[in-house]
């Protein structure tokens, strides 16, 4: 039996964030526009490893590029994130529901010591 092909991870958002480099190259972005150097240099990889991880981010709609004289940037694009912001805020009534749930017991140990005193 053949194994199984890996997906290619330009084909998804996750799993092109799912790379703690890239990851890491976004939250650079939000700052601003930054060339490749500077990213890489800022990263502590090589500039054609940074290169390889914009191209991902570029081919999954996360970051955009555009030439300025000799100089290639890449800007942030936060819109492709909006599969991975529509996924995690499925679990947002979860979340809210859990903090309820524990702030309910706090005020019901406060509730407690009070009587206690």
Do not use: C
Not at 46 to 66: F, I, N
């Amino acid at each position: 039996m053949a194994p199984m092909a890996r997906a290619a991870t330009t084909s998804d958002v996750f799993n092109a964030i799912s790379e703690p480099q890239r990851r890491d190259i976004l939250v650079l972005l939000r700052a601003g526009e930054r060339p490749v150097t500077e990213l890489a240099r800022e990263l502590g990889m090589t500039q054609p490893g940074a290169s390889k991880h914009l191209r991902v981010l570029r081919e999954v709609g996360l970051v955009r590029d555009r030439k300025k004289g000799k100089q290639r940037l890449y800007g942030l694009d936060a819109r492709g994130l909006r599969p991975v912001h529509e996924w995690a805020g499925g679990f947002e009534r979860f979340w809210n529901e859990s903090f309820g749930r524990l702030d309910a017991y706090v005020q019901d140990l406060k509730q407690a010591k009070q009587q206690e005193e």
